[in-house]
Nanobody, 120 residues
Framework: VQLVESGGGLVQPGGSLRLSCAAS????????MGWYRQAPGKQRELAAV???????IYADSVKGRFTISRDSAKNTVYLQMNSLKPEDTAVYYC???????????????WGQGTQVTVSS
């Protein structure tokens, strides 16, 4: 299984970016999926996720500005980021908790990360 992220880059404060993460491989079903981020010198933290029950969780710092969405048919999760602030600067990582075909054990996978820099 491979998670491939795209959409990061440099944006001015107040701008927008849309991140995408597509999973490929022998995937049977995806339980939970979402985005985490890690700023320089800080621990990785949750940004926005879909839980296994289908609900969404957002970090307080991104509520009202970020929107997570998904295309289950494409095994893809998106993160629309609006009104970006310099403190949103981080490497954003995609994460999925899923079953592969023929495997009864759910496993967790990470993408390689995509850099988001918010600066004037």
């Amino acid at each position: 299984v491979q998670l491939v992220e795209s959409g990061g880059g440099l944006v001015q404060p107040g701008g927008s970016l849309r991140l995408s993460c597509a999973a490929s491989g022998n995937i049977f079903s995806i339980n939970a999926m979402g985005w985490y981020r890690q700023a320089p010198g800080k621990q990785r933290e949750l940004a926005a996720v879909f839980t296994g029950g289908g609900s969404t969780i957002y970090a307080d710092s991104v509520k009202g500005r970020f929107t997570i969405s998904r295309d289950s048919a494409k095994n893809t999760v998106y993160l629309q980021m609006n009104s970006l602030k310099p403190e949103d600067t981080a490497v954003y990582y995609c994460n999925m908790d899923l079953y592969t075909s023929g495997d009864s054990v759910r496993k967790n996978y990470w993408g390689q990360g995509t850099q988001v820099t918010v600066s004037s």
